[in-house]
């Protein structure tokens, strides 16, 4: 039987609230009501056919529709200083939505903020972008950035952060806590298999701290939540490193060990003459205090793309390669290998994608999944 590897819901915040994305362009309508006053409404979506070798009851391939992400966005400003966010999404697996950000922003000066409520603690690249603002066909880095497939509502904690930049802005720093709850969500949580517990009389109720550190060392990168692609606008090169620690982290119903995790990430991207080339690549760490052994172990992730400058029709292509491997501590590793090409229209508010996913998990058989997604975002 072949195994179908969905991608869960994830999310980013709306482009016009400071200190978010710097390429996150959506066209929402705003309303203005004095000097730095301001509502802003705007929505997206996500939907695709999917076909699976081999996936149907009769042994076939499928063919299914999916809406994978449906969100509103709604932003404000009481002044230059006080703003916030209230964003929802489509929740996992059926329709019923759920917010994802919920948060006040404090801006004390353009270059540092005070973040709280429910929003996406600090974290790798492929967290802070999500799957709108990624390469194409609602994908996010769902096999190695573990966090953001478990953890919270969609990746998304209650807390508080301080979120800045230094030295010309190259330097872009976060640093959180956080209440760190359902870590495991969807690998060991909620499946039914009853190994994750909040209930052990052992287990302390820690928060969880999360930090962030990146620097440009050419266009710089201001902003809290990222992007994966800059779609040839820029010239980037950027490292960054994260990490997020919970001591007793790691709860089942018979032991109860710390949780921390660990990434370093990397993001290049060139204007030629014909077009734009980009790499990203990530390493990542994952320590469960040996309780969950599934979810502990290395993790490796890169993306190559190349976007022409050149327009056919409305939009241009860019063909992308990406490859993902979670080699877990329970012996078993999980790869994934994706070939497609985007049609790119304006930007991340419209584009389609084509994609041919080869999913193999060590111990069981292996999925071919071709994918066609449509993005818009208003």
Do not use: C
Not at 108 to 137: K, Q
């Amino acid at each position: 039987m072949k195994t179908h590897f969905k991608s869960l819901t994830y999310a980013v915040a709306l482009g016009s609230v400071a200190m978010t994305a710097p390429l996150s362009s959506q066209a929402a309508g705003t309303i203005t009501f004095g000097e730095d006053q301001y509502v802003s409404v705007g929505f997206g979506f996500i939907g695709s056919y999917n076909s699976t070798e081999d996936a149907a009851n009769d042994g076939s391939d499928s063919n299914d529709f999916t809406l994978n992400h449906g969100r509103l966005y709604l932003a404000g400003a009481l002044n230059k200083y006080i703003k916030g966010m209230l964003n929802t999404e489509k929740s996992g697996g059926n329709d019923n939505f759920q917010v994802i950000d919920a948060v006040g922003i404090f801006e004390l000066t353009p270059e540092f903020s005070i973040w709280a409520g429910r929003f996406l603690s600090p974290s790798s690249r492929a967290n802070m972008a999500g799957p709108f603002f990624t390469s194409g066909d609602g994908y996010w880095a769902d096999i190695t950035a573990r966090y953001g497939w478990n953890g919270g509502v969609i990746g998304r904690d209650d807390g508080v952060a301080i979120v800045g930049t230094a030295l010309d802005q190259r330097l872009a720093y976060s640093f959180g806590a956080f209440e760190g709850k359902d870590l495991f969500r969807f690998s060991v949580g909620a499946d039914g298999s009853g190994l994750e517990s909040t209930s052990n009389p052992d287990q302390d109720d820690d928060l969880m701290y999360a930090g962030r550190l990146q620097y440009s060392f050419w266009d710089k990168e201001p902003g809290y939540y990222g992007t994966g692609n800059y779609l040839g606008k820029k010239d980037i090169f950027t490292i960054g490193v994260a990490a997020r620690e919970k001591g007793d982290g790691s709860a089942s119903t018979t032991e109860v060990g710390d949780y921390s995790q660990w990434t370093v990430d990397l993001l290049l991207e060139k204007k030629l003459a014909a077009g734009a080339v980009s790499l990203e690549a990530a390493y990542f760490d994952y320590d469960t205090d040996d309780v969950f052994l599934t979810e502990q172990g290395e993790a490796y992730y890169a993306s190559l793309g190349y976007i022409f400058n050149e327009k056919v029709g409305w939009g241009q292509f860019m063909p992308f390669a990406r490859y993902q491997s979670f080699d877990r501590d329970s012996g078993s590793e999980i790869e994934r290998t994706d070939f497609g090409v985007n049609y790119i229209i304006d930007g991340y508010n419209a584009s389609v994608t084509a994609v041919y996913k080869d999913l193999e998990i060590e111990g069981d058989d292996d999925a071919d999944i071709f994918d066609v997604s449509v993005q818009l975002q208003f």
